[in-house]
């Protein structure tokens, strides 16, 4: 399943050349940063949160739980902005939930069909 949504996919094939640039920039920062890619995928959803930009939301939680952030680190995150935003950071928390255990149950299933338990 792709996290990425339908209007960055569009982006991504439509704009080849704006993307390659966009990417470039993107990796530039990245480089740049002295956070941990967890830490920094947990900072970017809580920004993603506070906008009220969902669509970015399972990339970012999908990210975030491959570099070993946990359930309930995704809601403290995507919750941390409350205080300064208000409530429009609540509206990313049911699709970061969702993305969340959509993958943590998949990676259960997947062990348990490794482990010869299907």
């Known amino acids: 399943m792709s996290h990425l949504s339908n ?6 094939s439509e704009a080849p050349a704006h993307a390659a640039a966009w990417h470039a920039a993107v990796k530039g920062l990245d480089d740049a940063s002295a956070l941990d890619k967890k830490t920094e995928e947990l900072a970017y959803l809580a920004v993603l949160a506070a906008l009220g930009r969902t ?5 970012h939680v999908a990210s975030a739980q491959a570099h070993g952030a946990s359930r309930e680190e995704i809601i403290s995150a995507v919750l941390l902005g409350l205080p300064a935003a208000g409530s ?6 049911p699709v970061a939930v969702a ?7 998949a990676a259960a299933n997947n062990a348990d069909k ?4 299907e």
């Open 55 to 59: 669509s970015g939301v399972p990339f």
């Open 99 to 105: 993305t969340y255990d959509e993958a943590a149950s």
């Open 114 to 117: 490794v482990g010869g338990q």
């Open 88 to 93: 429009i950071v609540t509206q990313s928390l």
């Open 7 to 12: 209007a960055f996919q569009t982006f991504l």
